[in-house]
């Protein structure tokens, strides 16, 4: 019995000092609390009522009746989180109890010449301290109790208690057999003493943000055969069980105790779609959680961008072009060459050419022609667009990309320069950076499309080559370009 009583007295502390360590954040609730903006500590106490069971007991006796005992008692509580906490409890009961029904008589030890029998019974008080984990059951499946709040109670005590055992004369005064508040044969001149181990299961009803009440039974081992002053040799496995009623009262100035979460009863943690601009996406996956009503969204919530321009339809007034922002989403209604066709849809913006072959000169006969298919990729080179202040490249422009490594793989011995350029906004330095990654950007993709890496050369010329004026948006635009040349032949 030593053995087991050390061994759960272990087990017990042990897990207090870990779980005592652990944050709200390392156990995952449904609703966390914040265990700095809620109360954790408790002070309480009641009434009880013990009842013994050992060689003598408290209910289910012969001749004498149940033996009805009350005491009261005092605790503190301290949660370390909505699961788990401590508590250190005082006690102090009357005790007593009578015999039990047997089917055999036996001896009772300490005391000659006496043995059970239905006159046998035994009164005394007990006073005592024990030290619980609380766990809770509720918070285990729970978010948070709000009403009620069931837990359990597990740890280790230490009492001092002083029993008489007498025995009672038909027509006389009771005889005293033992005292074990005063036994020199048990080397005990004060009150006898005992550790014991309990097991306690709690039910809580929340009042108030204040005030709890409580019924708590649990079920005590006694670590001496003594506390009923009966010793014997037939049962000396001695339990006690302990019921009561009493009230917590929470300390601190906050709203919230730790193991009942916020004032909002059932309602708290109760989980809530919530769409605030009514497009069908909740807003806890809404990366656009405010877009107009009745704007078409993707299934992110980010509103449709149909000519992938970086403007969304619902502002975009050329929704189904590519456009510029400083443009409201259309193409640039500028032609620079004065050749009839637009800027923003003119391969060779610079360059007078013809309707027909998209604002470029006429290219000289050949298909294969190296001239025609390296001024071919200097064209499809000005529709290559990236995200702002970005050296990613736009989905729009992975096939006009494609089409230019198709037709380098035309002439395999040709080397190329791609040159990035900007406008003049932003610093000098950054710009000179943001153009290199981006023709970086784009050499790393035809590479990766099959084209030598030793036939294709990256530099960021920044803002210091601009082809247009930077005074106005259609100009910056124009400037913010990539080019691709042909720079030689391979050795």
Not at 350 to 365: D, F, I, L, M, W
Not at 415 to 439: M, P
Request: a negative charge.
């Amino acid at each position: 019995m030593r053995r087991i009583f050390l061994i759960v007295f272990l087990v017990c502390f042990t897990s207090v000092s870990i779980f005592s360590q652990f944050t709200t954040d390392e156990i995952t609730y449904g609703n966390r609390i914040d265990l700095n903006n809620s109360n954790s500590w408790a002070v309480g106490g009641g009434f009880s009522n013990f009842i013994m069971h050992g060689d003598l007991r408290s209910v289910g006796t012969g001749n004498l009746g149940n033996f009805y005992n009350f005491g009261v008692y005092a605790f503190v509580d301290k949660m370390f989180n909505p699961l788990l906490g401590i508590e250190l409890k005082t006690s102090y009961s009357q005790i007593s109890g009578g015999a039990q029904y047997f089917s055999d008589i036996y001896e009772i030890l300490y005391v000659p010449n006496t043995v059970i029998r239905n006159n046998i019974y035994f009164e005394g008080s007990t006073f005592g301290a024990e030290l619980n984990l609380i766990l809770s059951f509720t918070n285990l499946y729970q978010a948070n109790a709000s009403k009620w709040h069931a837990s359990g109670y597990f740890g280790l005590g230490y009492h001092q208690y002083n029993s008489q055992l007498f025995e009672k004369i038909a027509g006389g005064p009771d005889r005293e057999l033992v005292d074990f508040g005063f036994n020199p044969a048990r080397n005990s001149q004060n009150q006898a003493s005992s550790i014991y181990l309990s097991g306690q299961f709690g039910i809580k009803r929340r009042i108030n943000k204040r005030v709890d009440i409580e019924l708590r039974t649990g079920m005590y081992f006694n670590y001496e055969d003594h506390l009923d002053a009966a010793i014997s040799n037939k049962q000396d496995w001695e339990t006690f069980f302990v019921s009561s009623i009493g009230v917590s009262v929470k300390l601190g100035k906050r709203k919230i105790f730790t193991i009942w979460g916020d004032e909002n009863g059932d309602s708290r943690g109760k989980f809530k779609i919530i769409d605030t601009d009514k497009d069908g996406v909740m807003d806890q996956l809404d990366i656009e959680p405010n877009t107009p009503p009745g704007v078409m969204v993707y299934g992110n919530g980010k509103a449709v961008d149909s000519d992938k321009d970086g403007i969304p339809d619902h502002i975009d007034k050329c929704p189904l072009e590519y456009g510029q922002e400083s443009n409201e989403g259309c193409p640039l209604n500028v032609d620079s060459d004065g050749d009839g066709v637009m800027d923003g849809k003119d391969l060779c913006p610079a360059t007078p050419g013809t309707v027909e072959n998209r604002g470029c000169p006429k290219q000289e006969a050949g298909k294969n022609n190296p001239s025609n298919i390296n001024t071919q990729i200097a064209l499809l080179a000005t529709s290559i667009y990236f995200d702002t202040n970005s050296d990613r490249i736009k989905s729009i422009s992975f096939a006009t990309i494609d089409k230019i490594v198709t037709l380098m793989k035309q002439v395999p011995n040709v080397k190329f320069i791609i040159e990035g350029h900007t406008d003049d906004r932003n610093s000098d330095r950054y710009n000179l950076y943001l153009s290199q990654r981006r023709a970086n950007a784009v050499r790393k993709y035809m590479i990766k499309e099959g084209i030598d890496n030793e036939r294709l050369e990256a530099k960021g010329f920044g803002e210091s080559r601009p082809k247009f004026s930077n005074d106005n948006a259609g100009g910056r635009q124009l400037n913010r370009r990539v080019e691709i040349k042909p720079i030689g032949s391979l050795d």
